[in-house]
């Protein structure tokens, strides 16, 4: 059974930072597409980041330079390391995974079959 389980959140000033992570079981997490959500409260869930099975990434506008997604194969674990953290990133933070066989991996929310519980990440000004 393929379950993922994020951690890390917390509450922050504006401009520090914070890693979530996100541990997977039940898949080989280099055979699958992984990315970071997440949902303000009153707005659509968005997608922040992702990373394919073959280790591309991508990023969206608002958080590129900023945040940076990486996943260690060996572990089973996604992370998102955030930096110069903003009060509108303020957000309950999700991981995703679904299965790929080749590069295609975007932050589509209807593309992925598996998601975690969420982490809350809450930066004050």
């Known amino acids: 059974q393929v379950q993922v389980t994020e951690s890390g959140g917390g509450v922050v000033q504006a401009g520090e930072s914070l890693r979530l992570s996100c541990a997977g079981s039940g898949f080989t997490a280099k055979r699958y597409c992984m990315a970071w959500f997440r949902q303000a409260p009153g707005k659509e869930r968005e997608g922040v980041a992702s990373?394919?099975?073959?280790?591309?990434?991508r990023a969206a506008n608002s958080v590129q330079g900023r945040f940076t997604i990486s996943k260690d194969n060996a572990k089973n674990t996604l992370y998102l390391q955030m930096n110069s953290l903003k009060p509108e990133d303020t957000a309950m933070y999700y991981c995703?995974?679904?299965?790929?066989?080749?590069?295609?991996?975007?932050?589509?929310?209807?593309?992925?079959?598996?998601w975690g519980q969420g982490t809350q990440v809450t930066v004050s000004s």
């Open positions: 995703a995974a679904r299965a790929t066989s080749g590069p295609y991996c975007y932050t589509y929310v209807a593309d992925f079959d598996y």
């Open positions: 990373i394919g099975g073959d280790g591309t990434t």
